[in-house]
């Protein structure tokens, strides 16, 4: 019977200490995004110059990572919209009024990720809500990961619908494409 105690007794501290690690390894580690070396970057449509490039600066992001692994459990991020650069001041200060991104009244846009689906070791579906102009909208971006887990750097693809943050209808509208796509490069912080 003592005999039986004591295996029930090693398999019930194992069951705790193993539990307690689950849940760390769920919790993960919060890592900072280096916001210099980092970048999220848009290209759109315009008829007369063929493609807009233009940047949206990091103001603060954070990823929660599993145990060593490079692939997130968490995402949220926070972009400056009142300093989108194109390359053109005219343009820039037209994105910024109201006609576009109303940056006076909406002065940033958030993500925050819903679903992480890994695709390998290396590679991972990040889906979440993306609110611009005041707008909360589902947004999917197709990750790839360089480095290890120590060091992952992230290269991010998506797509955003304008007409989904309903910014006003103008007069450019007919020459603007509809849909921007995203690269976004990713580098974190050492250490966190």
């Known amino acids: 019977m003592r005999a039986r105690h004591h295996i029930v007794v090693v398999a019930l501290v194992a069951t705790l200490v193993a539990g307690g690690t689950l849940a760390r390894a769920q919790e993960g580690e919060q890592r900072t995004v280096d916001p ?24 603060s992001a954070t990823l929660t990572l599993a145990a060593d692994s490079p692939i997130p459990v968490a995402v949220n991020a926070v972009l400056d919209a009142t300093k989108i650069v194109t390359g053109e001041p005219d343009r820039d200060g037209s994105l910024q009024s109201p006609d576009f991104f109303d940056t006076k009244k909406f002065p940033t846009w958030t993500f925050t990720s819903t679903k992480i ?11 979440g809500t993306l609110t611009v102009h005041g707008i909360t909208a589902p947004e999917h971006l197709d990750v790839s990961i360089r480095g290890d ?5 992230y290269h991010a693809v998506g797509h955003i619908d304008r007409r989904a943050f ?12 509809m849909t921007a796509d995203l690269t976004l490069d990713i580098v974190l912080r050492p250490g966190g």
Do not use: C, N, Y
């Open 36 to 59: 210099v070396k980092s970048k999220v970057q848009f290209t759109v449509a315009h008829i007369f110059v063929e493609r807009v490039v233009g940047t949206v600066p990091i103001q």
């Open 117 to 127: 689906e890994a695709r390998g070791t290396a590679a991972f579906g990040l889906d």
């Open 149 to 153: 887990a120590a060091h992952p750097v």
């Open 166 to 177: 309903k910014m006003a209808v103008t007069r450019l509208d007919p020459v603007i494409g």
